[in-house]
Structures are given as structure tokens and as C-alpha cells.
């Protein structure tokens, strides 16, 4: 190690250093810039490689903000972030500390998006691990480096399904890199415990095979049993290098995204965000809308456009609270209607995933329906005939929700719930101001990407964006607080609880849904307590011997700020 956590006999902790000069400068996490006392200068060999004036963190953040601001386009900001992540990893998250409103979309969703389209164009520093195909056979050699003794947290994507965007091959690693900066600044997760990796097995997309500045390998994706080894051989090494690590999927296509979670759930801590945490998100934004609507959850009727394994996620975990409000197993899921590009899922359909198939209706309701082909069941279709409370967007396509189905729905229903979840913004199924424009200001609203305010009763109104940003970060302090063997189903759930119940709403159903980015890291705290007390429950935490588990999970919690150091 470069460095080593010390005390000294105050109790006042400290770094012990190795590195000096341009090597000291040079890396991220020790990286204090013009903020270096000039005893340190003196003691490091950095007088004269710095500008003599010294000054401190809040003045670097003032002016790295007016840096951000001078930007013209969304991508300037988000390489100019980049750059000052690799450069300065303490004022990175300074940074993003104190302006995490305006800073969120551009380190993460809808821009990240963007980011991975233009990766191998903007590329700059390496960051995290690539493991390429053609490498499959020294993984465990490149997990082995000691920089990475401290890791804890690993978000791993092969790069396939990028928010709506498709194939990204290698520029996917923006993805991981994305979601560990908001483990580290909504939960406090130390950027030393994080581990970004983007298994290369090649790329279908056309544009990026023939593009000379691509990165990644320029090859078909590998499919089948070479896809399953390779995948294999990678979680063998990550349960031998890291026996106490969360491993967090990320935009796996769909026909990989479930297959995946199901072979290695009981293998290691683990989960995937784009099912899971995406579902525990619309719960927890459903369970603070119904208490605005004024309704039970075991009286809402869910139509979700998108039946893929976020949607089928989604369904499973409202279902699963419909049951815990008092239906049985089959009125729960008679509450639902799935919708893909095929129409209305039925149970009769050749090639239904198995993780669709409680969904799917039976034929005979269209006895009792009005509809306009009988081979296809639009989402107007469903909309005038299932008369939903709750409409879910994860398609992907933008403007499905249009004016007729808005109206349609809001004949039948007092207040509409209207979730467009889909991602980045140009995505969206949906614009907030229409939604508001076509119920009369009556529909209650999340949407998956951020809107400007929409105008609510005269008054200016935050649009609730249904992040997952909500419950990641604080499931993954959770989780490694209290060393978890194992995710669980009802960890979502009780993490869709903790949000709920931090709703503004709660108190005031004319309020937010949810709370303003800028309590976040009290959200993950709460997030965090629920998700560890039931891994504690379940018996599947290999670490309880602590006197009070609020204070072990805020010991935790990394913060910004610039320690003293001394020469080794």
C-alpha cells in the first residue's frame, strides 16, 4: 500500500505516506492539490510543483463548481467530473456533496448514458478492471493486485444493455464507474472499498466494431456455453479473492439479467439494481403515492408497459406487499397487467420468460373487454378496460404515454399514479408538465429521469425522480455493515419501507414523494439499518457484535475531507 490509516496520541487519525513529488500528485485518493500545507510541501517534495498559494477544500470546491458552470454542453461536464474524479477523488465528492442536485444527472443518469456512448472517444485515465474475453484465463491474476485488498463493493456490467441505449460494449464501464461515485456520495461508502469492472466479451454493435478509436475487443459478443464459463470463471475468482464482497449486476440484457441472478443469489452477496433495486424503488415511490391518493395498496390496479426483467421485477414486489396487506397469492396477481411490444402478455404465448409467466392473463377476460384486435391488446386496450390506478413505464419508448391514454386513464380514476421510469430522459415515456396538463393537475407522479419543476396549483412543484440512487447506495452499507452472506428478497422490501417512510408525504400528502437529493445520505442511513436488521434476522450476517448498530453503520460512512499526512 501507498498509504496507511494511523492515530496519533490524541486520537486525531492521520495518513501515514509512501509516495512524493508528481507520484503524490499524481494519485487520486492522496491527491490534495494546492490544499497541501506547506509542511507537507516541505516533507513530500512538492515545493515548486505547486503554486504557492495554499488554500482549502471549500475554496477548491468553489472553484471547481465555477469550472463545472463554464461548461457549454452536459458531455464538457460530465468529462470534466471524470477528470476530476481521477485527479482528486476528495474534491470529487466534496463536490458533489455540496451541489448533488446539480450534480447527479450529469455523474449519473441521463448523462452517464451519453458518457458510455462517447467512452472510447473522451477516454482518459484507466479506472476499475477491464477483463476481456481473451483474458479469461488470468482473472484471478488480475483481481490479485493489492491495491484492491480494501474492496468491498464491486459493480460489475458486460456492457449489453445500457439504460435505453443498447449496446455499449466496453464504453459500459461508465455504468459501473457511475453507480460506485453514488455509493461512495449518497452512502458514504469509502471510494476505497468500491471496484468498477467491465467484462469485455465483445460487442454486437455494428458502429462500434468498425470505429478505430473503440477501445474494447472488436469482436461478435461471445454467446452461449463459452458466455456461461466465461461468467463462471468470474464469479469463482470473486468469491476467492473477495469472501465478503457485494457484487451488484448491472444492464446485463435481459435474456442473461435473470439467468444470471438466479445461478449465483445463494453463491454470494449479491444482486441485480436494473430488477431489484428498480423494483424496491417504484415500491417505496407507490407506498408514499397511496398515502396522497388516500387508497389501500391492496385496491391498485398496475399496468406496466414494459414486461422485461425490471418491469417482472417490479410486479413481483408489489405483489408480494399486496399479500402482505391482506389478498391472497391469485387476487394479487389479478391486480396486474403486463404489457411488451407483443400487447397484453397472455398465458398462451409461445416464448413467455418464466419470470413473466405469473403475469400473464388468461384469454377469457376478453370476454369481458372492448378491444380493437383480438391477437394484439394495445395499452389503450388495457387502460380502458383494466381501469389501472398505477401506470409503469419501463419500455424504453418514448412518449407511449400520450395524451389519449393519460385522459382515458384519468376518466376512471380520481387521482392517477403515472411512474415513465425509463431512462436517460430522451426516453422517457412520458414529460411530467403533459401529465399534469392532461389530468388536470390530478395525476401523482415519479419519473426514472430528472425533469425540471412542473407548475402544481400556481405553485412551483419538484418532479419526484424514482432514482434508484434511493436504495442502492444505502442497501450496500447495509449489507457490508454487517458482513451479509446472501441478498434477499425481503431486503427490498424492508429497503422500499425505510424510503417510504422518509417520504415528505407522509406527513403532508400535498408534499414530495420523496425527499430532495440532498437529504440522501440520511435515506441511505435509514436504508441501510433496515436492510442489515433483517440480514440480522434472517441469520445471514456474519457480523453482530456491535452495541448499537445505528452508530457501527454512521462509523462507517466515509466522509470528504483532507487528513494530515507524514512521511514513512
Not at 405469473?358 to 373487454?369: D, G, N, V
Not at 413505464?393 to 385522459?407: L, M
Not at 376512471?412 to 389530468?439: C, G, K, Q, Y
Not at 401523482?444 to 436504495?471: A, L, M, W
Amino acid at each position: 500500500m501507498d498509504y496507511e490509516f494511523a492515530t496519533d496520541h490524541a486520537g486525531k487519525p492521520y495518513l501515514k505516506v509512501k509516495l512524493a513529488d508528481f507520484a503524490l500528485l499524481s494519485h487520486s485518493l492522496l491527491n490534495k492539490g494546492t490544499a497541501f500545507p506547506a509542511e507537507e510541501r516541505e516533507a513530500f517534495g512538492l515545493i515548486g510543483l505547486l503554486p504557492p498559494s495554499q488554500t482549502t477544500l471549500a475554496i477548491q470546491r468553489a472553484r471547481s463548481f465555477e469550472t463545472f458552470q463554464s461548461k457549454v454542453s452536459d458531455i464538457e461536464k460530465y468529462i470534466y467530473l471524470r477528470d476530476l474524479q481521477d485527479s482528486n477523488e476528495t474534491l470529487f465528492y466534496s463536490l458533489i456533496e455540496e451541489h448533488i442536485t446539480e450534480l447527479m444527472p450529469i455523474v449519473y443518469t441521463p448523462i452517464v448514458g451519453l458518457g458510455c456512448q462517447r467512452y472510447s472517444h473522451i477516454y482518459r485515465r484507466p479506472r476499475g478492471v477491464f477483463i476481456s474475453y481473451p483474458d479469461r484465463n488470468c482473472i484471478e491474476e488480475i483481481l490479485s493486485n493489492p491495491r484492491f485488498d480494501e474492496v468491498k463493493v464491486i459493480v460489475v456490467s458486460d456492457g449489453e444493455r445500457i439504460l435505453g441505449l443498447g449496446d455499449q460494449g466496453a464504453g459500459g464501464m461508465g455504468i459501473p464507474i457511475g453507480k460506485l461515485a453514488l455509493y461512495t456520495a449518497c452512502a458514504g461508502i469509502p471510494p476505497t472499498a468500491t471496484l468498477p469492472i467491465l467484462l469485455d466479451t465483445g460487442t454486437n454493435n455494428l458502429e462500434l466494431q468498425k470505429d478505430p478509436l473503440y477501445i474494447g475487443w472488436q469482436h461478435p459478443r461471445v454467446r452461449g456455453k463459452e458466455y456461461a464459463e466465461f461468467i463462471d470463471a468470474f464469479v469463482s475468482a470473486i468469491k476467492k479473492r473477495f469472501p465478503h464482497v457485494l457484487l451488484q449486476w448491472e444492464d446485463f440484457a435481459q435474456e442473461n439479467a435473470n439467468p444470471l441472478l438466479e445461478r449465483y443469489r445463494d453463491q454470494l452477496c449479491t444482486f441485480n439494481d436494473d430488477i431489484q433495486g428498480t423494483a424496491a424503488i417504484a415500491a417505496g415511490t407507490l407506498f408514499a403515492a397511496i398515502r396522497v391518493t388516500g387508497t389501500h395498496l391492496r385496491d391498485q390496479r398496475i399496468a406496466v408497459f414494459g414486461a422485461g426483467s425490471a418491469g417482472c421485477g417490479i410486479s413481483k414486489l408489489i405483489m408480494q406487499a399486496m399479500i402482505e396487506d391482506g389478498l391472497s397469492e391469485d387476487e394479487a396477481k389479478s391486480r396486474f397487467c403486463l404489457i411488451d411490444q407483443a400487447g397484453l402478455l397472455f398465458d398462451d404465448m409461445e416464448n413467455l420468460q418464466t419470470f413473466q409467466k405469473p403475469f400473464a392473463k388468461s384469454r377469457h377476460i376478453l370476454t369481458q373487454w372492448q378491444h380493437e384486435n383480438v391477437d394484439t391488446i394495445s395499452l389503450h386496450d388495457v387502460i380502458k378496460n383494466f381501469h389501472p390506478t398505477l401506470l409503469i413505464g419501463v419500455s424504453g419508448q418514448p412518449g407511449v404515454f400520450t395524451e389519449k391514454i393519460v385522459r382515458e386513464m384519468a376518466t376512471h380514476v380520481e387521482r392517477p399514479v403515472i411512474f415513465p421510469l425509463s431512462n436517460p430522459t430522451s426516453r422517457s415515456e412520458a414529460d411530467p408538465t403533459d401529465l399534469m396538463n392532461w389530468t388536470n393537475e390530478k395525476a401523482v407522479i415519479g419519473t426514472g429521469s430528472p425533469f425540471g419543476n412542473i407548475i402544481k396549483q400556481g405553485q412551483s412543484f419538484r418532479v419526484d425522480q424514482t432514482n434508484n440512487c434511493y436504495i442502492f447506495p444505502g442497501m450496500g452499507l447495509g449489507l457490508i455493515a454487517v458482513q451479509a452472506t446472501r441478498v434477499t428478497e425481503k431486503m427490498f422490501m424492508e429497503a422500499a419501507k425505510a424510503l417510504a417512510d422518509c417520504s415528505p408525504a407522509k406527513t403532508d400528502p400535498k408534499a414530495n414523494l420523496l425527499p430532495p437529493l440532498t437529504e440522501i445520505r440520511e435515506v441511505s442511513l435509514q436504508v441501510a439499518m433496515a436492510v442489515a436488521k433483517e440480514a440480522i434476522a434472517e441469520k445471514i450476517a456474519d457480523f453482530t457484535d456491535f452495541a448499537d448498530l445505528e452508530t457501527h453503520i454512521r462509523g462507517m460512512m466515509w466522509a470528504p475531507a483532507y487528513l494530515a499526512y507524514k512521511k514513512i
